[in-house]
């Protein structure tokens, strides 16, 4: 249960529209997939690609970021690194949508 066996990346919306906000958060898993309580990920955040499409709102090195959507559509890539090693983790595609008219 206290011991980790990867790192998991959640973020929701898991598509953005308009002008909308997505939260990303970056937490170690337990080999049941669940998260391991009592720990920390260090990661920073990095947008790779699209900085016309997306602004970083807050970003927390505990893990956490929130994104914006400029109203343009089209994908972005956001990079995700360990702090202490500097080595990429993972690389997270972002996709967004026009507005929604209904």
Excluded: W
Excluded at 5 to 11: F, H, L, N
């Amino acid at each position: 249960m206290f011991t980790s066996s990867g790192i998991k990346i959640d973020m929701q919306p898991e598509v953005l529209r308009g002008t909308s906000e997505a939260e990303i958060i970056v937490f170690r898993s337990n080999l049941l997939g669940f998260k391991v309580p009592f720990s920390s990920v260090d990661v920073r955040f990095t947008v790779e690609e699209g900085t016309n499409l997306v602004d970083i709102v807050n970003e927390s090195p505990d893990g956490k970021l929130m994104i914006r959507a400029k109203g343009i559509e089209g994908e972005a890539i956001i990079g995700i690194y360990n702090i202490k090693s500097g080595m990429q983790i993972t690389r997270l595609l972002v996709k967004i949508l026009p507005r929604s008219t209904a």
